[in-house]
């Protein structure tokens, strides 16, 4: 999710690279809708390419009609001479230029969506991992880790089924997210809900266009949506405008950090409750 930053901290700190666990590879991933939009906007560009190719090829023919191909055969002849190596050398700065865009978008949007902790079985499974590199890198206390994990499994479980029953007051058709950013896919997976619209991507670093925020008004107004979802660590400036132009409440949930001590989302369950509560009081 900190793409830029981690990855260069993992590198310092983590000579060891036993001591670092990635736990999004285990947790059966959703992929972000990030990787689509790239993919439309690689159409784009390939279809920009080709008309523009197109106008060259016709213009280029149109030349050589009516000067003839003497400038071809002459520039085949230097060709023939030279070789090939500028070519090669300009379409292999090309792969080098294509290769890197290819790895900055890995790195800032990512395959995956990183946000699994509000799907508490998954999160489960996280558990297991941890405490299993515990015990190999501190074998001595191996049935400390593995007991504090059951403990805590339990706990994951009974917040699962109170997650369910609290959102079975909401009614099907109204299970439909609107959020600011996309955090709370596991959550919809999980407990029947579908995230309709999303204001920006997994990433909070890009600007959402003017055309995105009409659609998601239209989105809005066309399924009734009663509120739109923002959090309580970034601005939500664009989601209150959302929420003012189509008469939407805003409702702030918790994502990427906890609350303050008291607010009842200082510890992880606690968290999950809080923006369970809000969203159900929110949408039924």
């Given at each position: 999710m900190e793409g830029f930053w981690l990855e260069d901290l993992l590198k310092n700190v983590a000579r060891d690279a036993s001591i670092v666990l990635a736990l999004g590879d285990l947790i059966d991933p959703i992929h972000t809708h990030a990787e689509d939009q790239h993919d439309d906007e690689e159409d784009a560009h390939e279809d920009d390419e080709g008309h523009e190719h197109d106008d060259d090829e016709d213009h280029e023919h149109d030349d050589d009609e009516e000067n003839g191909h003497d400038d071809d055969e002459d520039e085949h002849a230097d060709d023939e001479e030279s070789g090939h190596d500028d070519d090669e050398d300009e379409h292999a700065d090309e792969d080098d230029d294509h290769a890197d865009e290819e790895e900055g978008h890995a790195h800032v949007h990512g395959p995956e969506n990183p946000h699994f902790w509000f799907d508490p079985i998954r999160v489960k499974v996280a558990i297991n991992a941890i405490a299993t590199r515990f015990s190999k890198l501190d074998p001595a206390n191996?049935?400390?880790?593995?007991?504090?994990?059951?403990?805590?499994?339990?706990?994951?479980?009974?917040?699962?089924?109170?997650?369910?029953?609290?959102?079975?007051?909401?009614?099907?058709?109204?299970?439909?997210?609107?959020?600011?950013?996309?955090?709370?896919?596991?959550?919809?997976?999980?407990?029947?809900?579908?995230?309709?619209?999303?204001?920006?991507?997994?990433?909070?670093d890009v600007e959402a266009s003017a055309e995105h925020l009409a659609e998601l008004v239209e989105l809005i107004r066309e399924h009734d949506v009663p509120a739109v979802f923002g959090e309580t660590i970034t601005s939500e400036r664009l989601a209150q405008s959302l929420a003012n132009e189509t008469g939407a409440k805003l409702v702030r949930l918790y994502s990427d950090s906890l609350g303050a001590d008291g607010s009842g989302a200082d510890s992880y369950l606690g968290m999950v409750r809080e923006n369970v509560k809000l969203v159900v009081e929110a949408l039924r």
């Open positions: 191996a049935n400390v880790y593995f007991t504090n994990a059951a403990a805590y499994h339990e706990q994951l479980d009974e917040l699962h089924h109170w997650t369910e029953h609290e959102v079975s007051a909401v009614a099907p058709e109204r299970r439909l997210l609107v959020t600011s950013h996309d955090s709370y896919r596991y959550f919809a997976e999980r407990y029947g809900f579908e995230v309709i619209g999303v204001i920006l991507g997994v990433t909070t």
